[in-house]
């Protein structure tokens, strides 16, 4: 197989650990990956120590390249996000990460309520008002439409002047991209899930903060109920 590239090579090979094609304990060595890639040795060291930065091999002299159980890998590392939802781990990922949004979102938008700027609230409900202007029109599955619902959700913990919360909206921003590429954002989004984005936004411009917590849940809620059906 000929990757040409130490891009292509990195993302194929991360793909594949992080899909479980080459599972945990896996031992891989320099010139067999220089043989199965068709690359310079220059390429396949470059892309072991990108993988070795994200704690998903570990290189010992004499050994190899082994890689690494999951528990010990980076997990919250958006590309590492990436490769999981481009592989075969994809339905597992999507749970994971809504299960992650679940647990931090509704207390972020708590948060975001009680100590957002003006500014803030006024963008986060401005960007509310596009997605249900393109939600109404049947654009929910345009690109548009996923920047948008990305940008909403990255405002939303920004705002909340909380660093370790906002520091989720990497990982979040993923999982929404991710089911945009599987085809879960339909052209006209589910009437409850974008009325309850709409009046988190609400909430959150009126300093409502339990209302902002419990719209927040509810949208969070039923997109887990959703990716929990992939199969």
């Known amino acids: 197989m ?20 080459l599972p945990p304990g896996t031992v891989l060595t320099l010139a067999g990956l ?18 070795e930065s994200k704690t998903m091999v570990a290189s010992k002299r004499r050994v190899g390249v082994t890689v690494t159980p999951m528990h010990r890998w ?25 299960e992650l949004r679940l647990a931090v979102e509704p207390a972020a938008a708590r948060l975001t309520a009680i100590r957002a700027s003006e500014d803030a609230r006024a963008e986060i409900g401005r960007l509310a008002a596009v997605l249900k202007e393109l939600g109404d029109s049947g654009r929910g599955d345009t690109e548009e439409y996923l920047a948008a619902d990305i940008a909403f959700h990255n405002c939303l913990l920004e705002a909340c002047g909380n660093l370790m919360l906002s520091a989720i909206k990497e990982p979040i921003a993923q999982v929404i991209s991710g089911r945009h590429r599987a ?5 006209e989004p589910v009437h409850a899930s974008l009325h309850n984005h709409v009046e988190a936004a609400a909430a959150i411009v009126r300093g409502d903060a339990d209302g902002a917590e419990s719209y927040v849940r509810a949208y969070v809620e039923s997109i887990l109920g959703e990716v929990r059906t992939i199969g």
């Open 183 to 187: 085809g879960l954002t339909p052209a």
């Open 74 to 98: 980076h997990v919250l590392d958006p590309v590492l996000i990436r490769w999981r939802l481009e592989s075969p781990a994809r339905a597992q990922q999507l749970v994971a990460l809504t």
């Open 34 to 51: 220089e043989q199965e890639y068709g690359v310079s040795r220059t390429v396949i060291r470059e892309s072991v120590r990108v993988l």
């Open 2 to 21: 000929s990757q040409g590239s130490h891009t292509s090579v990195l993302d194929d090979l991360g793909r594949r650990i992080a899909g479980g094609e």
